[in-house]
């Protein structure tokens, strides 16, 4: 994991503290277990919370991208190179003395730039398996920590909820 993306992690968890900092900070309803926050300060961290976490994301179409990329880069130099076999191949056939040679480098040629072009495939797919494989680890454990979060927020409403008798609900604060 690089050090970026202990700082894009370290950031979604310091942003998921400060949300869960301003729900339990906020001024409790007598008699229920709602709280009262900042409405302002609450969407401010929410916008702030979706921008790191695309990134991520963003960052998985990069990957997906650049294996794209490097396939169709692959695909050409080993179309280049067949080619280039393919026109030595036909140079050498054209002189009577060479035939037998020449079809021995056209074949050696053509075998070399099918392996080539494999290596480059294989390179590429390992390259973004291995990307993706990261990237897939790193949310992994991002939703477990959003999911760690939400248990606590939940522990703690049905907690609040246990401590104090209901009443009826205030409106509903709406954006």
């Given at each position: 994991m690089t ?9 979604i ?10 729900v ?6 007598p ?16 916008d702030?919370?979706?921008?790191a976490?695309?990134e ?5 179409k990069?990957v ?22 393919r026109?030595?191949?036909s ?9 037998r040679q ?15 072009a494999?290596e ?26 959003v999911?760690?979060?939400?248990a606590?927020?939940?522990?703690s ?19």
């Amino acid at each position: 994991m690089t050090a970026a993306e202990r700082g894009s992690n370290i950031e979604i968890l310091h942003l998921l503290d400060k949300l869960e900092a301003l729900v339990s900070g906020g001024t409790r309803l007598p008699l229920t277990s709602r709280a009262l926050v900042d409405e302002q300060e609450f969407v401010d961290l929410l916008d702030e919370i979706r921008a790191a976490v695309p990134e991520e994301v963003r960052q998985a179409k990069r990957v997906s991208q650049d294996k794209d990329k490097v396939i169709l880069q692959a695909q050409g130099e080993a179309d280049k190179i067949l080619g280039a076999a393919r026109e030595e191949a036909s140079r050498i056939l054209q002189e009577d003395s060479l035939l037998r040679q020449a079809r021995d480098q056209a074949n050696a040629y053509v075998q070399d730039a099918i392996q080539r072009a494999d290596e480059v495939r294989r390179g590429a797919d390992e390259y973004a398996l291995a990307a993706l494989e990261n990237l897939e680890e790193q949310l992994t454990r991002l939703l477990a920590s959003v999911r760690k979060g939400t248990a606590t927020l939940e522990r703690s409403l049905q907690h609040d909820q246990g401590a104090v008798e209901p009443s009826p609900e205030p409106e509903a604060v709406t954006r």
